[in-house]
């Protein structure tokens, strides 16, 4: 029973690290239709940002504050100069974001180089609890409830606020939105910002976790998020936060159980839910 719980906590805090980068993703595509493949390129930064802030200060709070303003920042100049052009054109906005992703993690490897640079946790967050068999990491605890406060906080933004109704009507008719006076374009910026900040807030959050942080570590992720974007039905926000849950359970499980599958649990997951399901768990919040 005490492996089960700590498997289980394990895979529900790498779930919600994966969520902080899937959800980013999926509100980025769901409600701004934008098909984003730099989205990696944030959640490295925001592991940089946070190590060179940690360092400087020995504030943990003030390197992830850091790191969710690097990714805002980031997202506000690669939308205003990048993406808005292409809104609608899916080949270009591929091509434009693969580029980006390309330029900026060359630029990483530029500025603090090559190799990983090691992190390590917080004092307050290192260590463990236990409690008879069952121990668990203090961090692992900490990652599920910055994954549950972003979980509740986005469904709320989305759908009990003004902000998520006129995303959403503008993502089904931007026109029709626009000639009531509503400057659409002004929320579309917001809500790539705000995507690219949660990606940018999982490197930083990432970092402590594994110990370091690389340069070929936004790749990775990006496309793990990918795969929970699709596993959930492509810009579902309720998919990716049940995809992600999927993904590290599944992960932790089967690392315990069966390691030799470990590294094909993921797509063997994927595969299995889109033979059942082609459009997702959720099924297509994008229709155009």
């Known amino acids: 029973m005490h492996i089960f ?3 289980l906590v394990n895979g529900l805090a ?12 999926s509100v ?14 944030m959640f490295i930064w925001g592991g940089y940002m946070s190590i060179w ?26 939308e205003r100069f990048f ?9 270009s906005q591929i091509l434009i974001t693969l580029g980006l992703m390309i330029i900026f ?6 500025l603090w180089g090559p190799n990983p640079i090691p992190m390590v946790r917080p004092p307050l967050l290192d260590g463990t609890w236990v409690f008879g068999q069952v121990i668990i990491a203090r961090y692992r605890v900490f990652l599920i409830a910055v994954g549950l406060f972003v979980a ?16 959403r009507a503008g993502i089904q008719s931007p026109e029709m939105v626009q000639a009531l006076g509503i400057n659409i374009k002004l929320y579309f910026a917001a809500v790539f910002a705000g995507g690219a900040g949660l990606a940018a807030l999982g490197g930083a959050l990432y970092a402590p976790l594994v110990g370091s942080v690389w340069s070929g570590m936004g790749i990775d992720n990006q496309i793990l998020a990918f795969i929970v974007v699709i596993l ?3 810009g579902s926000f309720y998919g990716s936060a049940v995809g992600s849950i999927l993904i590290g359970l599944t992960s932790a499980f089967t690392a315990w159980f069966f390691p030799p599958l470990t590294a094909y649990s993921t797509l063997l997951i994927m595969v299995v839910v889109l033979s059942l399901k082609p459009e997702g768990l959720f099924g297509l919040a994008v229709r155009k």
């Open 232 to 234: 959930g039905g492509m």
């Open 5 to 7: 719980v700590m498997l």
């Open 83 to 91: 993406v808005k052009p292409v809104y609608g054109k899916v080949t």
């Open 14 to 25: 790498e779930g919600a690290l994966i969520f902080l980068m899937a959800a980013g993703l």
């Open 53 to 78: 802030v940690y360092r400087l200060t020995g504030s943990f709070p003030l390197a992830l504050l850091a790191a969710l303003a690097t990714g805002l920042i980031m997202g506000v100049v690669f």
């Open 105 to 110: 993690t060359d630029l990483v490897r530029l």
């Open 28 to 41: 980025i595509l769901g409600l701004v239709g934008v098909v984003n493949f730099a989205h990696g390129t």
């Open 152 to 167: 509740v906080g986005i469904n709320y933004l989305i759908n009990k606020t003004r902000i998520g109704m006129v995303m």
